[in-house]
């Protein structure tokens, strides 16, 4: 077997308890002895053969070796203390800026310091990747933010490099120390770690891409954290799932502080216990350590790091921390916590335990650590200072990066119809779809394709001996076959796993296409597509994207599809800002604009009409392997002078037929098929509407609310002069599509339904 799909195996260790033995030294931290909780049984991995220690590199992490310290010299011990207690008086220094109303949120880290300094002292910016979650203050201090860079999120300023002032304090970024763009929602990110350390896992493996890579380490870490409500997150197993299974150098980190917001842990986890939940996930290092003892959490994280640079999988640290402060200045724990509880968790708060340490222990005295306390409120005090003297963003700035600056799919180089030399035998939708990913694919090995069912066979062995599946509707066939697994590939059963990976993948510089297999179950992805892909360029200002391409089959006119095969909801996508939204009508279109989907910057949402998939009306020989179409351009599939039809997808060929039908009564029909709904060619819709004088919006969508409604007010509002008749609309029913054809007739718009717009419109 080979060594990169080994079974590690799994062997009972006698771990820490909950919260280990205190040692002599670190009784005396408290007045009264620490509470020891109820021994658990931890497992981890064992590999076969011992983890190795990585070769030194640049940015190395501080070597610790075994020993009392943990091999730490006299600075060392100081500078943890000092980077634990700067992280605590920003916080404090933030509660107080905001009962002075002159920032306008807080959330702290408060009691979580031990651990994140430990984690930052095995780890290296600029090297490893990180993903942390909103109370990783001292973390972020430790890899190199500077008081000042952390403040002026809190006060919303422009040169904050987290967001430029378009985040909530405390929601970490920083370009130059590999920190990702962190969001609001509690889970996300640990899916975007995955595809982060996903994908130096593709460029060792795609030959093409070895010597095109400047941001990979051949031992590099992906760190994520989560608090202990996260956990209950789907994506959080969703993640573990797929980090074990391909055994990628993910560091799970869980500051488990008993609560998420008021709810204790026993109500999150079955058991109150996660790290039980997950040990017997394969090739996972699992440890559970007392978070606040800056020390002994220090090993912990350094058998983690290691763990996870050796190759053998990821790790998961189950940190036991507390949280002295509450949730955040929203909140307030003494409506739900007794003061009892409050009290022992006070006794536990690591920069107390670990100043007593450094003065026990002869690190220091205690006016030598009074003096160090002293500079850093000083330091404090200064940064703050600065920070409210810093301008925030020009309000004109407020639209700037919701799109790429520096590639505009709208623009002259991506239009390419004018003249277009087709050759070939006349081919489908699916025909031109495939031919495209075929020739991107080999243009660009940056190009990696996965989704459910996607390749010809996982199990590569078989390949030789079955025809493969490439995809429910054939539209990846051979694409395995051609460019291998590393590059195509099927993923697990979980739409935010594929688009979550996908986000992750992206911002290391590959280009993830992902298919979602059917539209219908695109929703459990909603959270990663609306607050995290097309958020991710605009809320860090341009210091990250993630320009992946999403391919859906969409729509009904099946014949059985019922409501679960056949939904259309589009202008639920279309008000997302970040996001493009195409959706072709025919073959030659569909191959044109996914390749200019491929090769923009941005987050692309591709619908390809299932109906229109091998219909011959739209078949088309094949153009170029150059051959784009630009977003942003309609096109008049007919000319006509009495009426104008303002159309896409499956309704521009039921426009048709009905403009023929309306043809033989003498009347003269334009059509629009707007082909790119975000963004659509506003240009295109005045021609049409000046020129005929009136107009109707057909789409599959319902009436309601739908993507018609919008255009048809714009029209209404800028063109009220040049019409002659009302906005008139043709769309499905305010319902949801039915499995009885006749059902589905009655609510899907249809020839007839166009036809009798056109003939009560033009007799207005």
Not at 223 to 245: M, P
Request: with cysteine; hydrophobic share 40%.
């Amino acid at each position: 077997m080979k060594a990169d799909t080994k079974v590690l195996k799994l062997v009972k260790r006698t771990g820490p308890p909950d919260q280990p033995e205190l040692t002599a030294t670190q009784k005396a931290v408290a007045a009264e002895p620490v509470k020891t909780l109820q021994p658990a049984a931890v497992r981890t991995v064992v590999a076969t053969e011992p983890v190795k220690t990585p070769q030194p590199a640049a940015h190395q992490a501080i070597a610790m070796e075994p020993g009392g310290h943990q091999g730490l010299n006299s600075e060392q011990m100081l500078q943890l203390y000092r980077t634990m207690y700067l992280s605590r008086k920003l916080d404090d220094k933030e509660i107080q800026l905001k009962r002075q109303n002159k920032i306008f949120f807080q959330i702290s880290g408060a009691g979580h310091e031990a651990v994140l300094v430990a984690a930052g002292m095995v780890l290296k910016p600029g090297y490893d990747w990180f993903y942390p979650y909103y109370r990783d203050r001292a973390l972020c201090l430790h890899l190199g933010m500077t008081p000042l860079e952390q403040l002026l999120a809190a006060v919303g300023a422009e040169k904050d490099p987290s967001s430029h002032g378009r985040q909530m304090p405390s929601h970490w970024g920083h370009r130059k120390l590999n920190i990702v763009s962190q969001s609001s929602p509690t889970g996300t990110q640990l899916l975007q770690a995955v595809g982060c350390a996903e994908a130096g896992y593709r460029f060792k493996l795609i030959k093409e891409l070895k010597k095109r890579v400047s941001n990979f380490q051949v031992d590099e870490v992906v760190y994520v954290s989560l608090g202990d409500g996260a956990s209950s997150e789907g994506e959080f197993w969703e993640a573990l799932n797929t980090a074990c299974n391909l055994k990628l150098p993910v560091l799970f980190l869980l500051e488990d502080n008993g609560y998420a917001i008021s709810v204790p842990v026993e109500v999150q986890t079955a058991g109150g216990d996660v790290s039980r939940l997950v040990e017997n996930f394969p090739n996972l290092y699992v440890e559970k350590c007392d978070g606040t003892d800056a020390l002994a959490v220090l090993a912990v994280m350094r058998r983690a790091a290691n763990y996870c640079r050796s190759g053998k999988g990821p790790a998961f640290v189950h940190a036991k921390v507390i949280r002295p402060y509450s949730h955040s200045l929203s909140d307030n724990e003494r409506l739900y916590r007794p003061d009892e509880e409050r009290a022992v968790d006070a006794e536990r708060d690591p920069i107390k335990r670990f100043g007593s340490l450094l003065i026990e222990e002869g690190f220091c005295d205690q006016d030598e650590l009074q003096q160090i306390k002293d500079e850093i409120d000083t330091q404090v005090s200064q940064a703050a200072d600065q920070a409210l003297a810093s301008p925030q963003p020009a309000p004109e700035t407020a639209t700037l990066y919701v799109f790429s600056p520096d590639v505009d799919p709208t623009a002259k180089e991506f239009d390419k119809e004018d003249d277009v030399q087709l050759s070939g035998n006349a081919g489908t939708m699916v025909d031109l779809i495939n031919r495209c990913l075929h020739t991107e694919m080999t243009r660009d090995p940056r190009v990696i394709i996965f989704g459910e069912d996607i390749a010809d066979c996982s199990r590569e062995q078989y390949l030789e001996t079955l025809k493969g599946k490439g995809g429910v509707f054939k539209v990846t066939a051979n694409l395995q076959r051609r460019f291998g697994s590393a590059r195509v590939f099927n993923a697990p059963l979980a739409e935010a796993n594929i688009v979550g990976r996908a986000i992750g993948l992206a911002t290391r510089g590959l280009k993830p296409v992902v298919e979602i297999q059917f539209f219908d179950y695109i929703w459990p992805a909603m959270h990663q597509i609306r607050n995290e892909l097309a958020l991710m360029r605009w809320r860090s200002s341009n210091e990250w994207k993630a320009p992946v391409v999403i391919r859906v089959p969409i729509g009904g006119y099946l014949k059985g599809g019922a409501i679960y095969h056949s939904q259309s909801g589009t202008s639920i996508f279309t008000q997302i800002p970040g996001l493009r939204v195409i959706y072709p009508s025919n073959a030659l279109d569909a191959n044109g604009l996914l390749r200019t989907a491929i090769r923009c910057d941005d987050p692309v949402l591709f619908l390809e009409h299932k109906h229109l998939y091998r219909q011959t009306y739209n078949k088309s020989q094949y153009p170029p392997d150059d051959f784009m179409i630009p977003f942003g351009k309609a096109k008049t599939v007919r000319n006509g002078t009495d009426l104008s039809i303002i159309t896409y997808g499956a309704l521009v060929q039921r426009s048709l037929v009905a403009a023929k039908q309306a043809e033989q009564q003498g009347i003269s029909v334009e059509i629009v098929d707007l082909r790119s709904l975000v963004p659509y060619d506003w240009n295109a819709i005045v021609a049409t509407v000046k020129k005929t004088n009136r107009v109707i919006l057909a789409h599959e969508d319902s009436l309601s609310f739908g993507y018609g409604a919008e255009i048809a007010a714009r029209i209404a509002d800028e063109l009220f002069e040049q019409l002659d008749a009302p906005v008139r609309r043709v769309a499905a029913l305010d319902t949801f599509c039915a499995y009885a054809p006749q059902l589905e007739d009655a609510i899907l718009p249809q020839v007839a339904d166009v036809a009798n717009a056109i003939l009560d419109l033009k007799r207005y």
